[in-house]
């Protein structure tokens, strides 16, 4: 099963336009969630992350939300820019410390020049 | 300079065959973890270590083994390779008490 969801496999949007990329998942003991964004042939990288106490994080043309009630958190990218075509995933961290991220299975952005 | 390296970055093997695919890290972390990456499926643990004498399976550790041999190496060993286990390898380190964890390039590994 699949604890946390991606259900859009792709998004492409117009540069300058914004991004809206949503995560979905199921365990209400999830308690830290990030963002990676991945190039084609690199690993993924960190982007943004978001604590379950708050319900938004912000760095620069990057925001999350989290809507804990909804088990629902979203990426929004504005303006979005072509060097942000990649593909996003959401992770969570369930409660304690060991470390195990759970991914979803990632968005193919695609920004349009 | 790359703080955490795989190699090699590609490999062909044969069913049957044992591989070995290395992680090295420059940024201190005493946690590091292998993961896969299939289409369609994001990235799944197979395994995960908090120290050099600290070893744990992941989601999907069966047909893997793995070996600790220093706090900045993490090695993951295919006994006798089959073809679903073609896929993308990542590795990945973290520091204790810190939420991010950092990523490698990548192994592509295909298994005919």
């Known amino acids: 099963d699949q604890q946390v969801k991606q259900n859009s496999p792709s998004l492409s949007v117009q540069e300058g336009r914004i991004s809206i990329l949503n995560c979905d998942y199921t365990?209400?003991?999830?308690?830290?969630f990030l963002w990676y964004k991945k190039y084609p042939a690199e690993g993924p990288t960190f982007l943004i992350s978001?604590?379950?106490?708050?319900d938004k994080n912000e760095d620069g043309r990057f925001t999350v939300f989290l809507n804990k009630s909804a088990k629902h958190l979203s990426l929004h990218i504005v303006p979005s820019q072509p060097g942000d075509s990649a593909v996003y995933f959401c992770?969570?961290?369930?409660?304690?410390?060991?470390?195990?991220?759970?991914f979803g299975q990632g968005t193919t952005l695609q920004v349009k020049p | 300079d790359a703080d955490v390296t795989q190699t090699p970055r590609n490999r062909i093997t044969k069913t049957g065959k044992r591989i070995m695919l290395e992680c090295s890290q420059t940024?201190?972390?005493?946690?590091m973890y292998w993961y896969r990456q299939d289409p369609g499926l994001g990235l799944r643990l197979i395994y995960y270590?908090?120290?050099?004498?600290?070893?744990n399976k992941g989601e999907i550790s069966d047909g893997y083994s793995v070996s600790r041999q220093a706090q900045a190496k993490f090695s993951l060993s295919l006994e006798s390779a089959i073809p679903n286990q073609t896929a993308l390898y990542f590795c990945?380190?973290?520091?204790?008490?810190?939420?991010?964890?950092?990523f490698g390039p990548g192994t592509r590994l295909l298994v005919l």
């Open positions: 990945a380190t973290r520091r204790a008490g810190g939420e991010t964890q950092y």
């Open positions: 365990n209400s003991m999830f308690d830290y």
């Open positions: 978001i604590s379950s106490i708050k």
């Open positions: 992770a969570a961290y369930g409660s304690g410390n060991t470390g195990k991220l759970i």
């Open positions: 940024k201190g972390h005493d946690r």
């Open positions: 270590s908090f120290d050099v004498k600290d070893i």
